[in-house]
């Protein structure tokens, strides 16, 4: 075969970028609908209606109204009770669904030859994640009478959903968007660092925000920018070791949720700053500011879910909204990838 004519081993056909491309954006998009669904279902507390789970057996809804009012939970009405289970049957099986239009597809791709080195790299370590993500999808049952899910689990669930997407998204927009050709100046180090850094600040606060949510701790203090009277509470500090409060402490758990959401945003502000002066690569510049936008709007909906004590819809809206945070983060970091060194 002419060389000239050779396909190459490390890169896609157009064909195959653009199928793998647009198969990952929709896979990226599925992990969205299941953590905003996930989020409502902690919201509501309907992860507590089905505290166990099995692959094949979970799959089936109870059939009788004999297996209804076995299963329904002491306090609540037999429809109140159904409404819950569903909602947390369809979290689950959405996310069964997801990994179907992943594995199935990412078979058919690898055996076509769609896949790269970097990209099959890449591809086998979402597949990872995403089974040890879905190895975490029993909840935890406390000792106590009333069933209640760990904030440590909810925190690792969420933390591997974030990363799954991240991956997934990461992963499509190199499919889509070429790197760029650009002179790296010292300026646009710094300033790539720095834009790696808000992502990172993003992330840690969206983790924080699962510890918020698994200890209700959103429903203490109702105040801002004060907690109380108080700018450092007197409780911060409650348990012993002082490590546990962080984690399992309601009032220090949101008083480090409050101090990563202002660090982000300042951070992302800063950053905004730094770049207006520069030519950046590709659409960076839009990046730039859009995540200036979405990062006010994101902390203004953190603060109004607070004063009006966690309403479900808005606190639903706050987590969709750090993951909008993190996909222009990620954007913004795609687009200021190290240049191409031309040959």
């Given at each position: 075969?002419?060389?000239?004519?050779?396909?190459?081993?490390?890169?896609?056909?157009?064909?195959?970028?653009k199928i793998t491309g647009y198969w990952l954006l929709g896979c990226a998009g599925m992990v969205i609908g299941s953590v905003v669904l996930g989020g409502v279902t902690r919201l509501t507390e309907s992860g507590l209606s089905m505290v166990d789970w099995h692959l094949i057996k979970g799959m089936k809804p109870p059939r009788t109204q004999d297996e209804w009012e076995r299963d329904t939970n002491q306090g609540i009405s037999l429809t109140e009770f159904k409404w819950i289970w569903y909602m947390e049957y369809a979290h689950r099986m959405w996310g069964r669904i997801v990994g179907v239009v992943f594995y199935l597809p990412a078979a058919y791709f690898w055996y076509k030859g769609y896949f790269n080195?970097?990209?099959?790299?890449?591809?086998?370590?979402?597949?990872?994640?995403?089974?040890?993500?879905?190895?975490?999808?029993?909840?935890?049952?406390?000792?106590?009478?009333?069933?209640?899910?760990?904030?440590?689990?909810?925190?690792?669930?969420?933390?591997?959903?974030?990363?799954?997407?991240?991956?997934?998204?990461?992963?499509?927009?190199?499919?889509?968007?070429?790197?760029?050709?650009?002179?790296?100046?010292?300026?646009?180090?710094?300033?790539?660092?720095?834009?790696?850094?808000?992502?990172?600040?993003?992330?840690?606060?969206?983790?924080?925000?699962a510890f918020v949510a698994g200890l209700d701790a959103?429903?203490?203090?109702?105040?801002?920018?004060?907690?109380?009277?108080?700018?450092i509470p007197s409780d911060l500090l409650a348990l012993e070791p002082a490590w546990r409060n962080f984690f399992e402490n309601p009032t220090a758990t949101?008083?480090?949720?409050?101090?990563?959401?202002?660090?982000?945003?300042?951070?992302?502000?800063?950053?905004?700053?730094?770049?207006?002066?520069?030519?950046?690569?590709?659409?960076?510049?839009?990046?730039?500011?859009?995540?200036?936008g979405v990062s006010a709007a994101q902390v203004s909906l953190g603060i109004a879910t607070l004063l009006w004590y966690v309403p479900t819809h808005l606190a639903a809206c706050h987590q969709a909204g750090a993951l909008t945070l993190l996909t222009v983060a990620l954007w913004l970091t795609n687009e200021l990838r190290k240049p191409l060194v031309p040959k």
């Open positions: 075969m002419d060389a000239s004519v050779a396909p190459s081993s490390t890169s896609l056909s157009p064909q195959g970028t080195k970097g990209l099959k790299i890449r591809i086998g370590g979402l597949m990872g994640w995403y089974m040890v993500k879905s190895g975490l999808d029993e909840e935890e049952i406390s000792e106590t009478e009333i069933p209640r899910v760990s904030q440590y689990r909810l925190a690792a669930h969420l933390t591997m959903a974030f990363l799954l997407y991240s991956g997934l998204f990461w992963c499509a927009l190199c499919q889509f968007i070429p790197r760029s050709k650009y002179v790296m100046t010292p300026q646009l180090k710094k300033l790539r660092m720095l834009a790696h850094t808000c992502k990172g600040f993003i992330g840690f606060t969206a983790v924080s925000g959103g429903l203490v203090y109702n105040s801002f920018p004060k907690m109380a009277d108080r700018w949101q008083f480090v949720h409050r101090i990563l959401g202002t660090t982000t945003v300042s951070s992302v502000a800063i950053l905004f700053l730094l770049a207006s002066p520069l030519t950046l690569p590709g659409r960076a510049n839009l990046a730039v500011k859009c995540l200036l």
